[in-house]
């Protein structure tokens, strides 16, 4: 498995004004499923292959908050043979309304329905307005 990118997009003037006295809330969101090919160049199908270079997943972390978050970070338990954890080195907090995108791609996939499991904050070692939004469930059919 590899983790080849990130993009961050920072709070606009419309965005949530920090309260000091608020909580964080980062939130997982899905994007898009995909391969990447020998580059790293992500390309969006929903047609997967276990022949493919490597199978993707897209997804998002929001701070929905109101209050700047600690620093992060999460993990990606992965269909592959033999299975695998990604876990992530630590990420920068997120001021409210901010978000970054990340890209996650693996070889050793499974043939079949199966799905990739994400977690921010897993060790819950952020205090958050709303704790049950840190999961998310990709589902992927792979051929």
């Not at 695998?84 to 996939?109: C, H, M, W």
């Amino acid at each position: 498995y590899n983790y080849p990118g990130q993009t961050y997009t920072y709070p606009n003037g419309n965005s949530q004004v920090e309260n000091p006295n608020g909580q964080p809330d980062l939130r997982a969101v899905f994007i898009e499923v995909g391969i990447l090919d020998s580059s790293n160049r992500f390309t969006r199908t929903d047609t997967l292959r276990r022949s493919d270079y490597k199978v993707a997943i897209r997804f998002r972390v929001e701070n929905i908050g109101n209050k700047t978050s600690l620093p992060y970070r999460f993990n990606a338990i992965l269909p592959t043979y033999p299975a695998q954890t990604y876990n992530s080195d630590e990420k920068p907090g997120l001021a409210p309304g901010a978000s970054v995108d990340y890209t996650i791609g693996f070889d050793r996939v499974l043939e079949g329905y199966t799905a990739v499991k994400l977690q921010i904050d897993g060790g819950n070692y952020i205090l958050e307005s709303n704790e049950t939004n840190n999961e998310l469930i990709v589902p992927i059919r792979v051929l």
